[in-house]
């Protein structure tokens, strides 16, 4: 099977649909499949084309889904819609409102942030009838795996020991497969690069992940300019047991598609 693999796509719509023709998704005629390694949306503003997008090839078959951290942010918005869609301006001050959540449910609703707020519940129900919410969400798995890869989204489940504030170093948890939902959740938000540094890998096969930017593996890792200044690179980073995806895309205005065979 072929494997067209994207990751963090964050509602950016034309970025993404620029990555596959570039790869020849639209053009392939043999079996294949689009691989998406969580985080659609929050922070682009082509939401609704993307949720479009993607439902339809989950209709044609061609969609296999990895839940990312941001899923599991827009499920925990609605959930305590109450709590966080307020008419102050405490709300410009949550994390929901800097990583996107918010603008999201608003993309994808049609509604203003002043109904939003006023309607807080109103809101959360319309969310939740959403494609996104009734579809793709429902479809999305904690990790897929295939003869010789295993696609998540920050990385497998692992224990993460802080050292400072700064850095953290992460050590192999026995059978990861057969961990609590609440462990995945957790790896959702580990850097996968630092985590195969320290020797978190899988013998014999090769971890696809997302979530952190791939500038991190080429500047710390392999010692090749910064993370975020001019020559910062988003392309994809290739290592012992791993291949990191994520072009911090509202950041580099660009998405990484990978092709893999297996």
Known sequence: MRYYVLADTHGFYTEMVAALKEKGYFYDKEPH?????????????EAVALQEFMVGEQAKGQLILIRGNHEDLTEELVQNATKWLTDDSSIF??????????????????????????????????????????????????????????????????????VNRYSARYLPIPNWREQPKEEFALSRWYNGMAAAQDGVIEEGKTIVCGHWHCSY??????????????????????????????????????????????
């Open 33 to 45: 499949k689009l691989l998406v390694c969580g985080d659609l949306f929050d922070r682009g503003r």
């Open 93 to 162: 001050f949550t994390h929901h409102w800097s990583n996107g959540t918010i603008d999201t449910i608003l993309q994808l609703t049609g509604q203003s942030l002043a109904e939003a707020c006023l309607y807080p519940e109103r809101t959360a129900r319309k969310m939740e009838n959403t494609p996104y919410f009734k579809k793709l969400i429902p479809a999305m798995l904690d990790y897929y795996e295939t003869p010789n890869y295993i696609f998540t989204h920050g990385w497998i489940p692992c224990q993460k020991i802080l």
């Open 217 to 262: 593996g080429h500047a710390k890792i392999e010692g090749k300019g910064t993370e975020f200044e001019d020559d910062a690179d988003f392309t994809p980073y290739y290592g012992k047991g791993i291949i990191a995806i994520d072009a911090c895309t509202a950041h580099s205005q660009r998405v990484n598609c990978i092709v893999i065979e297996d």
